[in-house]
C-alpha cells in the first residue's frame, strides 16, 4: 500500500533558486493569439526609444521564470516581465529561462495578457503545478503583478502589500504610478501594425506618452513640414517687402 506523505499544516514550502540545466525540457506552446506579442512588444519598444533600457536589465516575453519548490522544479512564462539587473551571460550563450536569486535579482514586474480562455492567471492553487497567482505572490514574491484584459481594456495593477497582493486605484488619468519603472502605465486606445484596439502604453511623471518608433517618424515628419512651411512664409515676406521697397525706388543693393 503506498502512504501518501502530506505537508503538515501550516509548513512553509522549502523554495530553492536552482538554474535549470541546459537539457530541461521547456513547454513550447505557442501563443494564445497573435495579439499577445504585439502588446509586449510595444511595451518595451516605447521604454527602448525613450532610453530607459540599460543593459543589466531583462525585459522579456512569455518566458519562463523558474523556482524549485520541495525538489519540484517549477517554470511560468508570464507575457511580460521586467528584471532591473541579470548577471551577464558568457559571449554567444543564450538565455532560455531566468531564476531569481540565482541569475539576478527578483522580478519586479509580471504581466498576463487575458485571452477567451481566462482563469490561470488568476489562480491561486497552492499545490503543484501551482497557479500563477500563487506563484507570483507566495513564492518569487513580485512586487507588482498586472493583468490586462486586450478585449475590453480593463487594467488591473496588484502590488504586494505584507505578503498578498492588493489592488490599486488608478488615478485622474486612469493610470497607474509603477515604481519600479518611474512610470505610469494606462491603456491607450488606437491602431499599431495590423491592430486597432487597447493597447498598454507608458507615460513619464509630466504625462508625456512615451512614443513608439512610427509615432517619433510621424513626429519628425511634421517638425519638417513646419519648418519647410516656415520657410516658405518667410520667403514670401522677404519677396512682398523687396517689391515695396523697389515701388518706393529703393534699390536693395544700395541698403
Known amino acids: 500500500m503506498t502512504v501518501l506523505q502530506l505537508r503538515p499544516p501550516n509548513t512553509l514550502p522549502r523554495i530553492t533558486w536552482e538554474k535549470l540545466p541546459a537539457d530541461f525540457p521547456l513547454p513550447d506552446e505557442p501563443v494564445e493569439n497573435n495579439l499577445q506579442p504585439l502588446l509586449a512588444a510595444a511595451l518595451r519598444e516605447s521604454l527602448e526609444l525613450a532610453g530607459l533600457i540599460l543593459e543589466s536589465m531583462l525585459i522579456a516575453s512569455n518566458f519562463g521564470l523558474c523556482a524549485t519548490v520541495d525538489d519540484k522544479t517549477i517554470v511560468k512564462a508570464p507575457d511580460w516581465v521586467y528584471v532591473p539587473s541579470v548577471h551577464a551571460l558568457p559571449l554567444g550563450e543564450i538565455r532560455r529561462s531566468y531564476t531569481p536569486h540565482n541569475e539576478g535579482e527578483n522580478p519586479t514586474i509580471v504581466m498576463e495578457f487575458m485571452s477567451a480562455t481566462e482563469g490561470t492567471e488568476y489562480s491561486i492553487n497552492s499545490h503543484y503545478p501551482y497557479g500563477k497567482w500563487h506563484f507570483y505572490e507566495q513564492i518569487l514574491k513580485i512586487p507588482t503583478y498586472v493583468i490586462f484584459h486586450p478585449q475590453t481594456g480593463i487594467l488591473e495593477v496588484h502590488n504586494l502589500v505584507n505578503g498578498k497582493y492588493q489592488q490599486e486605484s488608478p488615478d485622474e488619468n486612469q493610470h497607474f504610478w509603477i515604481e519600479a519603472l518611474d512610470l505610469f502605465l494606462g ?61 518706393m525706388g529703393i534699390n536693395l543693393e544700395d541698403i
Do not use: C, H, M, P
Open 187 to 247: 491603456v491607450w486606445i488606437g491602431k499599431k501594425a495590423e491592430f486597432e484596439g487597447y493597447w498598454l502604453r507608458w507615460w513619464d511623471k509630466s504625462g508625456n506618452l512615451l512614443l513608439w518608433g512610427s509615432e517619433l517618424v510621424n513626429q519628425e515628419r511634421q517638425r519638417t513640414e513646419q519648418e519647410r512651411q516656415r520657410a516658405e512664409q518667410a520667403e514670401q515676406k522677404a519677396a512682398k517687402l523687396a517689391e515695396r521697397l523697389q515701388a
